[in-house]
Every structure is written in C-alpha cells, then in structure tokens.
C-alpha cells in the first residue's frame, strides 16, 4: 500500500488551518505547484478534506497518488477500517481559473476547471470499469468501499454575479456514476474547514 499512515490531531489540524488562512491571505492568486505545497505542509489539515465529507477519522493519506499507473490525484486521504477514500485535485488560483475567454457578460468555463473534472472522470473510470483489478485495489491497499473526488481551484466569484450563480449550480449537481463529486474554491474549502474544527470544538 502507497499510502502514510496518520494519527490525526484535531489540535494539530486547526493550528494548520490558521497557518494557511494567513498564507492565503499573503497571496491573492497562486500556482497548482504552491497551493498543493502548502498544503502537504500541512497534514492534519489535508485530512479535513476527508473528514468533512462523513469519513470516519482519516489515518492513511498520500500526496502524488497514482492509480493503476495511469491517472494520478494531487491528495488521498483514507480509513483503512472503513475502506473509504477520498481523491483530491488542486488546480491554481488565478484570475481566470474559473472563467476565462468569451465576453464580457458571458465568459466560459476555464481550461483549468474542466482539466480537472477530466481527472474525475478518469478516476471514476479507473474503478467503476474494473473495480476488482488488481492494479487498481493495489493502489489503495485493497478493496474500495466508497470514495469521493474533490476538485478545488480559483478564488470565490464576484458575490451577486452571474458566474457565482453558475458555479453554485454547477457544484450543487455535481455526482459521477453515484460518487460525490465536490467542486470547491480555495475560500469555500477553508470556510468549511473552519466550519467543521468550529463544530468538533462543541463535540
């Protein structure tokens, strides 16, 4: 099995959260290449990304995770216990990494966004196409019971426009062959980190 084996620390977790809040304050748009090194800095907080979509306490994590020898995800986070896994992919955070070209009032869906919905699709490929290869179990140490694909890129859109219309409908119908499927930007996703540390604090 390829994965890291982490005990994960809630405490540990939200001291990280706060390190990146800080970073991400610093850097109004970023890289693919900085965004996914701040955040392998930053372990416990990785596994939130886990923790939020109901897995149970995250202990396997990996970054640059190849499946089958073909596709790879920036980040997954597991439980061995349960067999549930969640793949990850960072794109950057630019001006146009959500929309770019087209006109003024009407601009498409940028290259960034959709490359990483292809690797989605190829990662939902790789299991619902043979779930029961070996080459695919081996990479996650064997058999999958349930997994989620996670997919962040950009900043928020402009509140009240049309393209935060676009994206919320666009995030809030996302499912591929009965797997979630999260699109997030990089605000959304420490909103509902510190969210999620908010309410294990009550707990």
């Not at 690797?119 to 140490?141: E, L, M, Y």
């Not at 928020?156 to 666009?170: A, I, K, V, Y």
């Amino acid at each position: 099995m390829d994965f890291t084996k982490i005990s994960f620390d809630s405490r540990r977790a939200d001291l990280e959260l706060a390190e990146f809040k800080d970073w991400m304050a610093q850097h109004t748009y970023f890289s693919e290449s900085e965004a996914v090194a701040q955040v392998a800095a930053r372990p416990h907080m990785a596994c939130l990304l886990g923790w939020m979509v109901a897995m149970p306490p995250p202990n396997l994590i990996k970054f640059e995770f190849a499946i089958k020898g073909l596709f790879r995800a920036d980040l997954a986070i597991g439980n061995d216990k349960a067999r549930k896994f969640v793949l990850v992919e960072f794109e950057d955070a630019q001006e146009n990494s959500l929309f770019s070209g087209g006109t003024r009032k009407y601009r498409f869906w940028s290259r960034r966004l959709e490359h990483g919905f292809g690797q989605v699709i190829d990662w939902g490929w790789a299991k619902h196409s043979h779930p029961g290869d070996v080459a695919f179990t081996n990479s996650f140490g064997g058999r999958v019971v349930d997994d989620c694909y996670t997919v962040v890129c950009g900043r928020n859109p402009l509140p009240g426009s049309l393209e935060q219309e676009r994206f919320d409908f666009r995030r809030s119908r996302l499912r591929l062959s009965g797997v979630t499927v999260q699109l997030l930007t990089y605000d959304m996703m420490v909103d509902l980190m510190s969210d999620y540390m908010d309410m294990m604090r009550v707990w």
